[in-house]
T-cell receptor, first 113, second 115 residues
Framework: GQQVMQIPQYQHVQEGEDFTTYCNSS?????IQWYKQRPGGHPVFLIQ?????EVKKQKRLTFQFGEAKKNSSLHITATQTTDVGTYFC?????????????FGKGTHLIIQP | NAGVTQTPKFQVLKTGQSMTLQCAQD?????MSWYRQDPGMGLRLIHY???????DQGEVPNGYNVSRSTTEDFPLRLLSAAPSQTSVYFC??????????????FGAGTRLSVL
């Protein structure tokens, strides 16, 4: 079945450093979503990318969708302590969106002040 | 606007007990789903529903039942709890099952321990 893989699993950075997490799918995706989960909290939607090669920015966060629509990345510039949490990518399960989403295992961002 | 409400927040069960995790949404969303989250495993889909009266299995459905008698409610039943079902359970809803509108709104979660 479809797999969505994320790397790295953990990332330790000093506050102010940049951070990137990568997401790769075994199949072409119609769209990809990114979520953030704070420690002890629930996943919260960040963004959805739909078009091949799409790049979207939210303040210090930059999201990219690959040309082949099989990979994506999230880059955070100049991390802050508020960025701590786990970042998940998610794509439609094989068979389309009506079958739910498949989530990557997430990247845990740990920031040292 | 409460969004997605899950109860209880915490639960401890003994092996073999049954229970129902409640989930309700007030956004008139068609699509609802249940995930479990285990360390290092991310979020795994248990069951989902594309509308009242319609449910289907996700990746890890064994040991769980669901029903969707109304648009608002999507309870998850554990038939005979096992230690392997110790996890954090999240209910989520979205406006539509169509890919472009399948943005998930999650509840706060239920932390379940099975002894």
């Amino acid at each position: 079945g479809q797999q969505v893989m994320q790397i790295p699993q953990y990332q330790h950075v000093q506050e102010g450093e940049d951070f990137t997490t990568y997401c790769n799918s075994s199949t072409t995706l119609s769209n990809i979503q990114w979520y953030k989960q704070r420690p002890g909290g629930h996943p919260v939607f960040l963004i959805q990318l739909v078009k091949s090669g799409e790049v979207k920015k939210q303040k210090r966060l930059t999201f990219q969708f690959g040309e082949a629509k099989k990979n994506s990345s999230l880059h955070i510039t100049a991390t802050q302590t508020t960025d701590v949490g786990t970042y998940f990518c998610a794509g439609p399960r094989a068979g389309g969106g009506a079958d739910g989403l498949t989530f990557g295992k997430g990247t845990h961002l740990i920031i040292q002040p | 606007n409460a969004g997605v409400t899950q109860t209880p927040k915490f639960q401890v069960l003994k092996t073999g007990q049954s229970m129902t995790l409640q989930c309700a949404q007030d956004m008139n969303h068609e699509y609802m789903s249940w995930y479990r989250q285990d360390p290092g495993m991310g979020l795994r889909l248990i069951h989902y529903s594309v509308g009242a009266g319609i449910t289907d299995q996700g990746e890890v459905p064994n040991g769980y039942n669901v029903s969707r008698s109304t648009t608002e409610d999507f309870p998850l039943r554990l038939l005979s709890a096992a230690p392997s079902q110790t996890s954090v359970y999240f209910c989520a809803s979205s406006y539509s099952p169509l890919s472009a509108k399948n943005i998930q709104y999650f509840g706060a979660g239920t932390r379940l321990s099975v002894l």
